[in-house]
């Protein structure tokens, strides 16, 4: 939006225009502080309402980080009550912040209990009222931090639920709407608390060097937009390894071909793996350069059967032509357990006992278990012993495979069988039992 041009509620309209989002009969969940940006984004949708047939919620989170908060949601009370709209107010307590700084405790709190007041309430969306000045501070925090370019995006105007409709006004035009509507709002002192890196910057470069220099404002926002339009087209191609990515033999684990992501350029190298993690097994991955950078080394240049810790809850297998995502622990297979006359489920293989009519027992210590090394079973009629992790081999299993695949064990825990990879296949006979297996 050009600097000059004035704000008015009716230009939010473009904005849900252009997220192709139909606003008409939606209900809508306002973060609200009190302060002015909020009080315009709030007052703008109540103007909105009735045209565009709108349910609005305000929503106040009252941190408890100021002895005198409680002004803040009474205020916020009062201006819901002029508006006519609905207000929930969330109570957090910083005591549960522990070694958490302050800043990152407040934000990942208070979205947390924004999204949990979207879903009690009903609310389609969750709006914030991030202005472009919060972008331009936001993009020189990740100069000053050294941030890649996808970092330099900034605020984005759509995550997820949560919608910012203002990120393309300043705040002067916020301010001139509200004082010509005569709207009240209440400033937070805490704006102006020097230990926290965004004040810093919002006093000493926005309200100092960059006041002088207008042009670098608006580089500043051109350069976000530009960042956005390249973490687009890397989210295209992440989408496009993602969508290679399929579920793995094994429950809770998926795979993608090794070529396809030892092909990615870096930054959609970590949108893919990040995107095919949280799809394929439900975790957010959160990494630091350096682990990223280990992690795409170990992409490129590991051999077949090396294991790498993504994350405390991920680890990643190199096999032969594709990599194995898997939660940490899912490489122990099964517990070793008793084989009874009947059926047995073991993992996701099932294995049924019978005895032969005149019969009466098995022998003892018969059991299933995951393989150990030197395991050794015969191979066929009439054919030697050949070692279990041989027959692994030859059967292309991975390392992960191999923990979850069963060894049929008899007196003295020696192996007997494997079933499904040795001679015979399908079933193990002896004299007055038998096995069979069913994959």
Same mark, same amino acid.
């Given at each position: 939006?050009p600097?000059?041009?004035?704000y008015?509620?009716?230009?939010?309209l473009t904005?849900?225009q252009r997220?192709?989002i139909a606003?008409?009969g939606?209900h809508?969940l306002?973060?609200y502080s009190?302060g002015?940006d909020?009080?315009?984004?709030?007052?703008s949708?109540?103007?909105?309402?009735s045209?565009?047939?709108?349910?609005i919620t305000l929503a106040?989170?009252?941190?408890? @980080? !100021?002895? %005198?908060?409680?002004r803040?949601e009474?205020h916020?009370r009062?201006?819901?009550?002029?508006l006519d /709209?609905? &207000?929930?107010?969330?109570?957090?307590?910083p005591?549960?912040r522990?070694?958490e700084?302050?800043?990152a405790?407040?934000r990942?709190?208070?979205?947390?209990?924004?999204?949990?007041?979207a879903?009690e309430t009903?609310a389609?969306w969750i709006l914030?009222?991030?202005h472009?000045g919060?972008q331009v501070?936001?993009?020189?925090?990740?100069?000053r931090q050294?941030s890649?370019?996808l970092?330099?995006a900034?605020?984005?105007?759509?995550r997820g639920?949560?919608?910012?409709?203002l990120?393309?006004f300043?705040?002067d035009?916020l301010?001139?709407?509200?004082?010509?509507?005569?709207?009240?709002?209440?400033?937070d002192?805490s704006?102006?608390?020097r230990r926290f890196?965004?004040?810093? @910057? !919002?006093q %000493?470069?926005?309200?100092?060097f960059?006041?002088?220099?207008p042009?670098a404002?608006?580089a500043? /926002?051109? &350069?976000?937009?530009?960042?956005?339009?390249?973490?687009?087209a890397?989210a295209?191609?992440?989408?496009?390894?993602?969508?290679?990515?399929?579920?793995g033999?094994?429950?809770?684990?998926?795979?993608?071909?090794?070529?396809?992501?030892q092909?990615?350029?870096k930054?959609?190298?970590?949108?893919a793996v990040?995107g095919?993690?949280?799809?394929h097994?439900?975790?957010t991955?959160?990494?630091?350069k350096p682990?990223?950078?280990?992690f795409?080394?170990?992409?490129?240049?590991s051999?077949?059967?090396?294991?790498?810790?993504l994350?405390?809850?991920?680890?990643?297998?190199?096999?032969?032509?594709?990599l194995?995502?898997?939660?940490?622990?899912?490489?122990?297979?099964?517990?070793?357990?008793?084989?009874?006359?009947?059926r047995?489920?073991?993992?996701?293989?099932a294995?049924?006992?019978t005895?032969?009519?005149?019969?009466q027992?098995l022998?003892?210590?018969?059991?299933v278990?995951?393989?150990?090394?030197?395991?050794?079973?015969?191979f066929?009629?009439?054919?030697?012993?050949?070692l279990?992790?041989?027959?692994?081999v030859?059967?292309?299993l991975?390392?992960?495979?191999?923990n979850?695949?069963?060894?049929?064990?008899?007196?003295?825990?020696r192996a007997?069988?494997?079933?499904?990879?040795a001679?015979?296949?399908?079933?193990?006979?002896s004299?007055g039992?038998?096995?069979?297996?069913?994959s």
């Amino acid at each position: 939006m050009p600097p000059a041009c004035k704000y008015h509620p009716e230009l939010l309209l473009t904005f849900f225009q252009r997220e192709n989002i139909a606003l008409a009969g939606t209900h809508l969940l306002v973060a609200y502080s009190g302060g002015l940006d909020s009080s315009v984004l709030a007052a703008s949708l109540a103007q909105l309402r009735s045209g565009q047939r709108l349910s609005i919620t305000l929503a106040h989170v009252n941190h408890h @980080l !100021r002895e %005198d908060s409680g002004r803040d949601e009474a205020h916020c009370r009062r201006v819901a009550a002029q508006l006519d /709209l609905p &207000l929930h107010v969330v109570h957090l307590d910083p005591r549960e912040r522990h070694q958490e700084s302050v800043e990152a405790w407040a934000r990942r709190e208070r979205y947390a209990a924004l999204e949990l007041l979207a879903a009690e309430t009903g609310a389609r969306w969750i709006l914030t009222a991030h202005h472009a000045g919060d972008q331009v501070e936001t993009v020189l925090m990740r100069l000053r931090q050294r941030s890649g370019l996808l970092a330099l995006a900034g605020i984005r105007p759509r995550r997820g639920l949560i919608l910012r409709p203002l990120l393309d006004f300043s705040r002067d035009q916020l301010r001139r709407w509200a004082e010509a509507q005569a709207l009240v709002w209440w400033e937070d002192p805490s704006n102006n608390d020097r230990r926290f890196l965004r004040n810093r @910057l !919002r006093q %000493d470069l926005a309200e100092g060097f960059l006041a002088r220099k207008p042009g670098a404002i608006a580089a500043l /926002l051109n &350069l976000s937009r530009l960042a956005r339009r390249y973490e687009a087209a890397c989210a295209g191609l992440a989408h496009r390894v993602v969508s290679r990515a399929t579920a793995g033999d094994l429950p809770g684990t998926c795979e993608v071909p090794w070529a396809v992501l030892q092909a990615v350029e870096k930054d959609s190298f970590t949108l893919a793996v990040s995107g095919l993690v949280e799809r394929h097994l439900g975790i957010t991955v959160r990494l630091s350069k350096p682990h990223w950078q280990t992690f795409r080394n170990f992409v490129q240049f590991s051999v077949v059967g090396k294991v790498f810790d993504l994350t405390p809850n991920v680890q990643v297998l190199r096999d032969r032509h594709s990599l194995i995502y898997y939660r940490t622990g899912a490489e122990r297979g099964p517990e070793p357990c008793p084989l009874p006359v009947g059926r047995t489920i073991w993992g996701r293989h099932a294995l049924e006992v019978t005895i032969a009519n005149g019969y009466q027992a098995l022998p003892p210590g018969l059991q299933v278990r995951p393989w150990q090394v030197g395991d050794r079973v015969k191979f066929g009629h009439g054919a030697g012993h050949k070692l279990v992790s041989d027959i692994f081999v030859d059967a292309r299993l991975s390392r992960l495979e191999k923990n979850h695949w069963p060894v049929v064990a008899g007196p003295g825990n020696r192996a007997l069988w494997v079933p499904g990879l040795a001679v015979p296949r399908q079933r193990y006979f002896s004299a007055g039992w038998s096995i069979t297996w069913h994959s």
